[in-house]
């Protein structure tokens, strides 16, 4: 079939847009005018409610189209829930696994068909683990696969945490396409895109090093602007929130996760680290995207910043400067320029909340950068 069309990013958080759109300002800056052609943008309703996103990058005319795709969870089709169940038996599980695979894909068909996937010359697939990764590989297209989050495989390796067991195996069947596996293991994705390759436990032939933040530093100040245009609605009122409310006062900002899956466990965690290290500051707390409390409500004296956007964004707001910022496990802390000290507390600070089996998950297979 001939190739209609150039990219098309499919994505399944604002983090995810948010790599997309630095990818394709680096084509704008890199390639002729006369020979750039603009990418599609699609974003999947299966993890992230996106609200008006896709309206404002209508608006900032970054991509050609932007196309909503209503990806299905699993257990949506509930005649696969039979197909998934552990028999502890390595012959009955891998065929269960191969009736799944094919399963899935075919009952995910009415919803990704409203994609001409087969008309791009390239397809870059944010967290293949959901089933636009089983979809291409059943189809038989070729695609690039991105990794989920900024080193979020150092933490959570999930191609192979999920299938350590007989892991040569399995993914040689994946490579046979008779089962899938994530991350680069698919018989159908080209390679799989990372920031950093130091970080990573594992190793797959197919990983390749991307760097992020050099595609941040190229940004100019016109690509800038439409980044802040694409993620936040009412920029000046968030800068207002970010100026000191008297001369010499210093801001600290807690970074809250989706983790741990308890709401009174994470309310706990929020209000903990702040006695622990925001004390002195005016406090500043930045909602992850997936997180729903309500946190004006749990600490009325602190500064929510409202909006649901990547913590990556600020950074192109100019003259903003943060004391302190603090995190369990978000790399993405390790790239907010604007803050003087961070400190990422690491994944073991949940074992006070929660049971430690519960996250530590490259540990318990038996990875040993896990966690570090």
């Known amino acids: 079939m001939k190739k209609t069309k150039s990219r098309i990013y499919v994505c399944h958080t604002f983090y995810h847009v948010y790599v997309a759109i630095l990818k394709e300002m680096k084509l704008v800056r890199q ?10 943008i699609a974003l999947s309703s299966i993890s992230t409610d996106f609200e008006h996103l896709g309206d404002r990058l209508v608006k900032t005319k970054i991509f050609h189209e ?56 390239d ?45 040569r195996l399995k993914t040689w069947f994946s490579r046979l396409n008779l089962i899938f596996i994530m991350n680069g293991w698919g018989k159908y994705c080209i390679d799989m895109e990372i920031n950093d390759r130091s ?11 991307e760097p992020r933040k050099p595609l941040e530093l190229a940004l ?58 925001c004390k002195g500051y005016r406090v500043l707390i930045k909602p992850h995207p997936r997180d729903t409390i309500d946190y004006e409500m749990l600490c009325p004296d602190a500064v929510v910043l409202r909006g649901r956007f990547p913590v990556e964004v600020l950074n192109f707001f100019e003259g903003l400067r943060i004391k302190r910022a603090v995190s369990i496990v978000t790399t993405a802390l390790n790239n907010m320029d604007f803050v003087e000290e961070k400190i990422n507390l690491g994944a073991s600070f949940w074992d006070a909340y929660e049971d430690p089996e519960k996250h530590a998950y490259n540990k318990k297979a038996g990875l040993t950068m896990a966690d570090k």
């Open 31 to 40: 390639t002729p005018v006369n020979q750039y052609q603009k990418a599609d």
């Open 66 to 121: 932007v196309i909503a795709l209503d990806e299905k969870r699993e257990d949506f089709f509930p005649e696969l829930a039979k197909y998934r169940k552990n028999y502890r038996n390595l012959l009955k599980h891998m065929i269960n696994r191969i009736i799944f695979t094919k399963k899935l894909a075919k009952c995910e068909i009415p919803y990704m068909q409203v994609i001409d996937f087969k008309a791009y010359e």
């Open 123 to 167: 397809i870059y697939v944010f967290c293949d683990s959901d089933p636009i990764g089983y979809y291409l590989n059943y189809k038989r297209i070729y695609y690039h696969a991105v990794e989920d989050g900024l080193d979020c495989l150092k933490n959570l390796d999930d191609a192979y945490v999920a299938n350590h067991g007989h892991f």
């Open 199 to 209: 970080v990573v436990p594992t190793d797959c032939p197919r990983f390749v090093e």
């Open 220 to 277: 100019t100040s016109e690509q800038k602007k439409l980044m802040i245009q694409a993620f936040i609605a009412d920029a000046e009122n968030l800068m207002k929130q970010l100026k000191p409310s008297r001369e010499g006062e210093e801001f600290a900002c807690f970074l809250t996760e989706p983790h741990p899956v308890d709401v009174e466990a994470r309310k706990k965690v929020c209000v903990d680290v702040i006695a622990q290290y």
